[in-house]
């Protein structure tokens, strides 16, 4: 026995004595410290202690890491134990050396402790503490690494007695652990509530998850276009490992169990044990379907909370399914713990487990890089007081189980964003709108004409003004291509119920859009993509014989066009005919018989209510609701919906919308003395008229005839009373569409055209006809939008009622 | 006169503080002038005073709805309060101002001229006096007396509590509902 090594072996214990006079449960420090002490006690190098003394170490280093990571239900009794274990090794390594000097320096409170130690008993102590905590004990002692998963039901049943979580909830331990062909459990779900306490981290969670789950789609698509691209499968992995996580965290086990089964299946295809099929692809969309049902349905639950459990969609089956397939083929060989997903630093651990915000770990990340003391990033995040270090604790776990693995770093990484409210963001365009017009006025001012270095500070602070504008703008703009991406999926699904073959070809899906703009297009994209998929692309035989490739295409393609956005969904098929359009709309009592519609006009009709253009009705589209519906949700937008088509050679449609909501492209008139705003995307033209055009009915309602269409002329200031009828003559039309057909607005003047902020009313103004908000106009006087719809129904309700109404009535038919 | 509205604005500006200093005995009211009448109204509910500036016409609403006004960047409709309490119009001069108060959202007041901030001891306040059925006394809180003087309080939520602004007599609702 060399004299230093002894030495050591006294100091490590003369540590552990002063650690375990202070030692608590929850002094994580203290606890690591130990387990480090004990750990080098353990070690054989070191000759001090017995055979004994070092199983005793041995345990003891097992059951600190339960401890640190929050294992270990009777926390207090457990570091009773180990603080008794401190003392009974001291002790015997005190009667070790007894005879020697070496007693009397180690710690004298603990030292004259008298006793042999007696090493059966503190095992015996040992197996009653690790009896109770069963998990823990099968992990200390087949030293098997704890999955992801495992953590995730430890923690999710932390007051759950032991042989509770032996039986049912421990199917994942048991995939993972004892990967042969064991019988395993039915998994059986359980009733779903979510407490109070819980509802805004689960509606979190439920939001992000929606995001990942639009990854999953995404990466599936990719996976199944290469197949053996295992980075493919990896980025397919991540958002599924990223629920579970989440999902663990809240308890949410039956999303905790699904997940988990999932990406045991993805593993198999990730390791080349199992080829990527058709039928893989179909069984990950499933899965993605179910958790999509779940979380509707805790949104819903979270939106009218009630006691009742949340119901829930197979989950049971959908996981008896995933076993099965996982278990019918695979080689009960090499079925190792994910450590490509298990290696991640502690920060991303923690992000994923929504300890701690994205920008926490950063910063911390950051203090550790330009500090010269090495700091670790949980410490820091302890320090910052953003994490707990139960939870630091537990961002190490999937830590140290990789370090066994060889580390490879993870590509997580990611968008670096931040969540704003959007109502925050509103504020500041609104004040950045002010900014614009102070400025404004402050160039204006003669002291700057006569000043040529003002001049050119104020010009410099309007150029930086305008890009601050333009940068509040553009933070709520964000991509299409997540929309597009979901859009793949579709024609995906639709082709193949319909039989046909269909690639998606996807182009500027780096193009933004105002987030109100790309929540609301889904819908309207939805079905228009279905459309070109089942009506507008033939059967492959029919394409064939029309000298086509036996597969349709269908591009979506976004891009900007003058001040607008534009979306285009383009499908190589048969294209629309307009004969088989009108003859349609006379059956179906749309139009009369003998109507003369130019092609676009017949194209309109697709937009009717009621329209369908499919022969037969399948089940995927057909029914005639839809187009009417897109038509409406794209004006709702702001937006305006175009169709082209060559028969034969395909249909493309165009949605143009503006770039967001808050702002619309108004052309600014003048009634009277007031100033109104009136969006340009609805109106059609401004004209002056000639005497000859203008017909008076019953010498009170006016219709103009421009180039043989008969428009209904309403002036503005008698409807609002602001002013007196004028001579249209003298005066100008401004002919504008609405969804019944067109109207001419009549106002003294055009003033001009001006981008504005849209300011609503509020409620006080609610029933306001004709005006559909407020804008505040270049001079910052307030102006008012019209509405052109409304300005028709005003029209129509003017007094006297009667003659008005009948003399408004022809105008919808002739606008036929 | 400017300095007077300036005066006020940082005593409202101030208030925050002072207010919760003060035992509430009585509260402060920001007094004005109508048509030679003298009024007041809880100085809690008065976001700010401003002189009048470029006011929006909006059609369709009750002869007492002033219009909309631009206060740095919200729109916010303003109230003529003599045309509310059917008291001749007149046109507006250097003293007319907009009280901007908060009842739930802003919405402007136009008052003749504006005077200053009493604190007025809840002993001093009398209750409305029965004057019969000329005058409705429901927006009225009390009848404050400051140094001799008195000052109709006025309940400023219950002025302002037609939630509606839009005069729907030019466009009857139901001739809009039918489909025509």
Redesign the interface.
């Known amino acids: 026995m060399s004299e230093n090594v002894t030495d050591s072996a006294k100091t490590y214990l003369s540590e552990l004595g002063n650690l375990s006079k202070t030692v608590d449960r929850d002094d994580l420090p203290g606890l690591a410290k130990m387990h480090e002490l004990f750990g080098s006690l353990a070690n054989s190098e070191i000759a001090g202690l017995s055979a004994d003394g070092q199983k005793v170490a041995r345990e003891m280093v097992g059951m600190l890491e339960a401890l640190i990571l929050g294992e270990i239900d009777d926390a207090n009794r457990a570091v009773q134990q180990v603080q008794e274990a401190v003392g009974n090794l001291t002790s015997a390594f005190g009667v070790a050396m007894s005879g020697s000097d070496a007693a009397q320096d180690a710690d004298a409170s603990v030292a004259n402790e008298s006793g042999a130690i007696d090493s059966d008993e503190i095992a015996q102590q040992l197996d009653k503490v690790f009896e109770e905590t069963e998990p823990v004990a099968e992990f200390s002692n087949d030293a098997t690494p704890l999955s992801e998963s495992e953590f995730a039901e430890t923690q999710s049943a932390p007051e759950e007695t032991a042989d509770v979580m032996a039986t049912e909830s421990q199917f994942a331990e048991m995939t993972e652990a004892s990967d042969n062909a064991e019988p395993q459990e039915q998994y059986v779900s359980e009733p779903l509530i979510i407490s109070k306490d819980e509802i805004d981290m689960v509606a979190g969670f439920v939001e992000e998850a929606g995001e990942h789950l639009d990854a999953i789609e995404a990466a599936v698509l990719e996976v199944e276009r290469s197949p053996s691209d295992p980075e493919a499968i990896d980025s397919l992995f991540r958002p599924f490992h990223t629920i579970k996580g989440a999902a663990g965290f809240l308890n949410l086990r039956d999303i905790v169990s699904l997940t988990h089964e999932a990406e045991t299946l993805l593993d198999q295809a990730r390791k080349g044990s199992r080829k990527v099929t058709h039928g893989l692809i179909d069984l990950v969309f499933e899965v993605v379907d179910i958790l999509k049902v779940q979380f509707d349905g805790i949104r819903g639950h979270l939106t009218n909370p009630t006691s009742d459990p949340i119901p829930q969609p197979p989950i049971e089956s959908m996981i008896a399914n995933l076993r099965d397939v996982v278990a019918g083929r695979i080689e009960p060989v090499g079925n190792e713990p994910t450590a490509g997903d298990a290696i991640k630093k502690i920060g991303e651990n923690l992000v994923e487990q929504g300890s701690v915000p994205q920008e926490a770990v950063d910063f911390a990340v950051d203090c550790q890089s330009r500090s010269t003391k090495p700091t670790k990033v949980g410490e820091k995040l302890i320090e910052m007081g953003v994490a707990s270090h139960k939870q630091v604790s537990q961002g190490l776990r999937p830590q140290a189980m990789g370090n066994a693995a060889q580390a490879k770093p993870s590509a997580a990484g990611g968008d670096q964003s931040v969540r704003i409210d959007t109502a925050k963001l509103d504020a500041l365009v609104d004040m950045v709108g002010e900014l614009v017009i102070a400025q404004t006025q402050v160039s204006a001012s003669p002291h700057v004409a006569s000043d040529p270095k003002l001049a050119k500070d104020v010009t410099r602070s309007t150029k930086i003004v305008r890009d601050v504008q333009d940068a509040a703008m553009a933070m709520r703009m964000i991509p299409i291509g997540p929309t597009f991406q979901k859009m793949a999926r579709l024609v995906r699904d639709v082709a193949r119920k319909v039989g046909k073959n269909v690639e998606l070809t996807i182009s500027g899906e780096d193009t933004e859009l105002d987030k109100n703009v790309i929540q609301q297009i889904g819908d309207p994209l939805v079905h228009m993509v279905r459309n070109a998929v089942d009506h507008g692309i033939e059967s492959a035989e029919a394409r064939l014989a029309a000298g086509k490739t036996a597969s349709g295409n269908v591009s979506l393609s976004a891009f900007h066009s003058g001040g607008n956005i534009v979306i285009e969904i383009t499908d190589d098929g048969k294209g629309l005919n307009p004969e088989a359009l009108i003859r349609k709309g006379i059956e179906k009592g749309i139009i009369n018989e003998g109507d003369q519609l130019t092609e676009e006009q017949a194209f309109d009709l697709i937009f009717a209510p009621g329209f369908s253009t499919a022969e037969q009705v399948t089940g995927v589209s057909g029914r005639g609701v839809g187009m009417d519906v897109v038509r409406r949700n794209i004006e709702n937008l702001k937006g305006k919906c175009e169709i082209t088509s060559t028969a034969g050679k395909g249909s493309t449609f165009s949605i143009r919308l503006p770039l967001t909501l808050a702002i619309i492209d108004g052309m600014v008139l003048r009634v009277g003395t007031e100033r109104f705003i009136i969006q340009t995307v609805t109106v059609e033209n401004a004209l002056r008229p000639t005497a000859d055009q203008i017909t008076s009915v019953q010498r009170k309602g006016l219709v103009l005839n421009a180039r043989g269409r008969l428009i209904p002329l309403v002036p503005l200031g008698p409807l609002f009373d602001f002013g007196q009828e004028i001579d249209p003559c003298e005066a100008i039309v401004v002919i504008a569409q609405y969804e019944g057909g067109e109207i001419g607005i009549v106002v003294d003047e055009l003033i001009g055209q001006q981008q504005v902020v849209i300011k609503p009313l509020g409620e006080r103004f609610q029933k306001l006809r004709g005006i559909s908000g407020a804008a505040i106009l270049g001079d910052g006087k307030v102006g008012l939008i019209l509405d052109v719809s409304g300005i028709v129904a005003a029209h129509q309700s003017m007094k006297p009622c009667s003659e008005t109404a009948k003399s408004g009535q022809p105008v919808v038919a002739g606008s036929e | 006169m400017q300095d007077a509205i300036d005066n006020i604005n940082q005593q409202l500006l101030q208030r925050e503080t002072a207010e919760r200093s003060t035992a509430h005995s009585g509260a402060k009211y920001l007094t004005f002038l109508l048509a030679d009448e003298d009024y007041g109204l809880d100085i809690l509910k008065v976001r700010e005073i401003i002189g009048v500036l470029?006011i929006?016409?909006?059609?369709?609403?009750s002869d007492f709805v002033g219009?909309?006004?631009?206060l740095?960047?919200?729109?916010i409709?303003v109230i003529d309060l003599r045309t509310r309490f059917e008291m001749p119009a007149v046109p507006f001069n250097d003293e007319t101002c907009i009280i901007v108060v908060d009842v739930g959202?802003l919405i402007g007041i136009i008052v003749d001229t504006v005077h200053e901030v009493h604190e007025i001891p809840n002993s001093e306040i009398e209750p409305p006096p029965v004057l019969g059925g000329m005058v409705d006394m429901s927006y009225i809180l009390g009848m404050g007396k400051v140094d001799g003087k008195v000052k109709i309080l006025l309940d400023i939520d219950k002025v302002l509590n037609s939630?509606?602004?839009?005069n729907?007599t030019?466009?009857?609702?139901k001739?809009?509902a039918e489909p025509?």
Do not use: A, F, H, Y
Not at chain 2, 56 to 61: D, G, H, L, R
Not at chain 2, 72 to 75: A, D, E, I, L, S
Not at chain 2, 170 to 173: G, I, L, P, Q, R
């Open positions: 470029d929006t016409k909006v059609p369709q609403t219009g909309l006004i631009n740095r960047g919200r729109v409709p959202e939630k509606d602004l839009v729907c030019v466009n009857e609702s001739l809009v025509v």
